[in-house]
């Protein structure tokens, strides 16, 4: 996770609330 991105954790992050969303 965090392909190209410095905020690898905030993509984590940002995975798990899509999921939550889903």
Do not use: H, N, R
Request: with cysteine; hydrophobic share 40%.
């Amino acid at each position: 996770i965090g392909e190209g991105c410095s905020l690898g954790s905030a993509d984590e992050i940002t995975v798990a609330v899509q999921q939550i969303f889903s």
